[in-house]
């Protein structure tokens, strides 16, 4: 790496100061068509192959991670129809495993900032492909468990948020929607992999099935590894737990907005195939449509309003007003009573949860204050996140028990959180504002 000084009367052998215009250069910089002598360490490039690119293995990465966690829904129904257990047992594994996918994130993002990416990309992948096939060998509860919620689990934590974190560090001005479209990658694996087990499942059988998802996943695991180029950052010592970003009390009042959200929001898409079955009376099968459904509405909404945040609204009001618009669907919930109703609901919830979960990334990335804690600082934000999907289903399920099996203080339970969240969000994008304008002021 070369030092340039531009100060006149400098010597290069001296130490250079805090507000010199020493100019240090990126190495990365040598792969664009940019003059290397022009940009700041550190500094985004914001466009480019080698920018753009990056989104592929991150995209790969969310459709092995949340992609196959999400789509649990199948998973759920074939144990509790062979293994003739109770749901709420059964659920359990994906609870787990979408979990540890929240908090191994926390921390492989230090490690990611620690200069390991593709090391922790690398055995993630491995992990979350000996799961698949492990899981595909499994006849009992406590095996299933270990493969699908345990192996999976670990292994999508650390391949997702080091390569989630790396599109981070290549843009600033288009951060949103590059980090939208590698999180399009949790939709497209929510779709593939559920599509995968249920129609190949009747033909092969559930093994065949589940290991198909597994070989598919290596090729991709293959193709995401040989893309991954992390930058070359200057390193900052740091903690596992970086317990100073929480001296941001924008950051902080944003990682207490996100729990709340959190809690309820995963909530809503495990029990919505069941409110399905149990209350507008579909059957097993077509329920777990409304996962594809979904998902393959979700798929647009994350660019377009990651592009939105780009250019108009800013990553951190678009998130708080997607989770607001998210609140309002959770209590337009209860108005749902009959099929069509059903689809109708499905469609837009799709839309609105894409928007909101598209963007959470790029939200939580215009708090850290030096790109070299990229990593550790989304990630501690989606670690605390995880304790909320932990015990978001549970609580959400005995609601419905104490209720007599009805859904309704559930529904108003879930929407109340995510209004309350949603609103300290937004709260959160005022304070940022205001503490820009006595920084440009200064």
């Excluded at 191994?104 to 200069?115: E, F, K, Q, T």
């Excluded at 998802?213 to 010592?237: D, M, N, Q, T, Y």
């Excluded at 550790?376 to 419905?400: D, E, H, K, R, Y």
């Excluded at 969000?425 to 503490?435: H, P």
């Amino acid at each position: 790496m070369m030092i340039t000084s531009s100060s006149e009367g400098s010597s290069s052998s001296q130490p250079e100061a805090k507000n010199s215009s020493t100019v240090l250069v990126r190495e990365d910089a040598t792969k664009m068509d940019v003059p290397s002598d022009t940009i700041p360490l550190d500094e985004p490039l914001d466009g480019g192959w080698l920018a753009w690119s990056q989104i592929i293995p991150a995209h790969i990465a969310n459709m092995m991670s949340w992609g196959y966690g999400t789509g649990f829904s199948v998973f759920q129904l074939y144990y509790k129809q062979t293994l003739n257990l109770p749901a709420s047992q059964v659920s359990w594994i994906g609870s787990i495993q979408i979990f540890l996918c929240f908090l191994v994130g926390m921390i492989s993002g230090r490690l990611s900032d620690a200069g390991y990416p593709r090391h922790l990309y690398a055995i993630g992948a491995v992990m979350c492909i000996f799961g698949m096939f492990m899981t595909s060998l499994a006849n009992t509860y406590w095996q299933i468990l270990l493969a699908q919620g345990f192996c999976q689990g670990i292994g999508a934590g650390l391949m997702f948020m080091p390569a989630t974190a790396n599109v981070a560090t290549y843009f600033k001005k288009k951060r949103s929607l590059a980090v939208s479209l590698n999180g399009c990658g949790s939709s497209s694996g929510a779709i593939l992999y559920p599509a995968l087990v249920q129609f190949l499942t009747p033909k092969v059988g559930f093994p065949w099935a589940v290991r198909i998802c597994g070989f598919i996943s290596i090729a991709l695991a293959i193709a995401g590894f040989s893309l991954l180029k992390p930058r070359k950052l200057r390193r900052v010592p740091a903690p596992l737990l970086d317990l100073s970003a929480f001296k941001n009390i924008p950051y902080t009042l944003f990682t207490v907005g996100a729990f709340l959200i959190y809690f309820s929001l995963f909530t809503m898409l495990i029990y919505i195939n069941s409110f399905a079955r149990e209350s507008i009376g579909l059957s097993d099968l077509e329920s777990i449509n409304f996962v594809l459904i979904n998902n393959a509405v979700a798929m647009p909404a994350r660019p377009l309003f990651g592009y939105i945040a780009d250019r108009y609204v800013g990553p951190v009001d678009i998130y708080g007003l997607n989770c607001l618009a998210l609140g309002i669907m959770a209590f337009g919930w209860i108005g749902v009573h009959k099929r069509a109703d059903m689809y109708a609901y499905s469609v837009v919830m799709g839309f609105v949860n894409g928007a909101a979960q598209g963007i959470f990334s790029s939200a939580a990335s215009s708090f850290v204050e030096d790109v070299g804690k990229m990593g550790t600082w989304i990630g501690m934000a989606f670690g605390l996140c995880g304790f909320a999907t932990l015990s978001g289903p549970p609580t959400m399920g005995a609601i419905i028990d104490a209720s007599g099996g009805k859904y309704i203080w559930a529904q108003i339970w879930a929407g109340s959180t995510i209004v309350i969240g949603s609103t300290i969000i937004l709260i959160t994008s005022r304070l940022v504002v205001r503490k820009s304008r006595k920084a440009s002021m200064v």
